[in-house]
């Protein structure tokens, strides 16, 4: 079947329609950086980065930890990424094989966890976290994240380990292999792309984390880049260059690594929504 030209030319134009809306911000960001405040404030921003202001803004970002609010980022987005993995994986499992009284309110439990606003527990969790010894610590702020991430991770395993026959596991059974072996040798290879969309929503749930962190940190060393770019915001002047500057090496990693992965963010969500 011959592909018309008039179609292929549509699809062209729309694609790069697309990729600009979705660059733009991420250009007008590192324009922004590169400005001086006498243009932003005065004459009005210049439409394209100056690369001759790159020596300013560095300066700018070197009187900041920027790199130890990135690596407290990174922190606090593996480590709710790896706890919801694991916690969420053995509950969805719970919940697609094994049949229980109260399995449905659980369920039911876990879906409203994303209905409460996450401002409601702040009080209480910081009430909670003085009793654990858990205020101003990375740890306390990466189990505030768990409790809002997991039931999101166990929700996605649960719909693709609904997709896999049991028949599957009942020969391993016979076989004597033990449930934690099925989970690890059988199950997770065939929910892998699944696997990759939960861990990618879990990440970035850590990696955007402001509330709780910008209320049980109160050490500035232990900021994440979200609540390092708040502090920038003063009574009297704020620094567009600098926010701009740090917000874009904030958002980059986060770009770069949802374009790795998007494939199998995509596959993970459609899995066991269609069963055969």
């Known amino acids: 079947m011959k592909t018309n030209p008039l179609f292929v030319l549509l699809r062209v134009i729309l694609i790069a329609v697309l990729v600009t809306f979705a660059g733009f911000p991420i250009y007008w960001m590192a324009t922004t950086a590169l400005g001086t405040d006498t243009q932003l404030f005065n004459t009005g921003q210049v439409p394209y980065p100056q690369l001759s202001n790159l020596p300013d803004l560095f300066s700018a970002l070197a009187e900041v930890p920027i790199l130890r609010w990135m690596s407290n980022t990174a922190i606090i987005a593996l480590g709710n990424t790896f706890l919801s993995l694991m916690l969420g994986s053995v509950l969805g499992y719970a919940l697609s094989r094994f049949k229980f009284h109260g399995r449905g309110a659980i369920g039911f439990l876990m879906f409203m966890t994303q209905v409460i606003p996450e401002a409601l527990l702040v009080v209480p969790l910081y009430a909670m976290f003085i009793s654990l010894g858990l205020l101003n610590s990375l740890w306390g702020v990466i189990l505030a994240n768990v409790g809002f991430s997991l039931p999101v991770a166990a929700f996605i395993l649960k719909g693709a380990i609904d997709a896999i026959p049991y028949e599957i596991e009942e020969s391993a059974i016979i076989d004597g ?65 600098a926010v701009m500057g740090t917000a874009l090496m904030f958002s980059i990693p986060a770009v770069v690594f949802f374009l790795l992965v998007q494939r199998k963010i995509v596959a993970g969500l459609t899995s066991g929504a269609v069963k055969g």
Not at 184 to 206: E, K, M, N, Q, R
Not at 207 to 215: D, H, M, Q, R
Not at 223 to 240: K, M, R
């Open 177 to 241: 292999c033990p449930r934690l072996g099925i989970l690890s040798f059988i199950v997770f290879p065939l929910i892998a792309p699944s696997l990759a969309a939960a861990a990618v929503i879990c990440f970035f749930g850590g990696w955007n984390e402001f509330l709780f962190a910008v209320t049980f940190l109160m050490d500035p060393d232990l900021w994440p880049a979200a609540v390092g770019l708040a502090s920038f915001i003063g009574e009297y002047e704020t620094p567009l260059s």
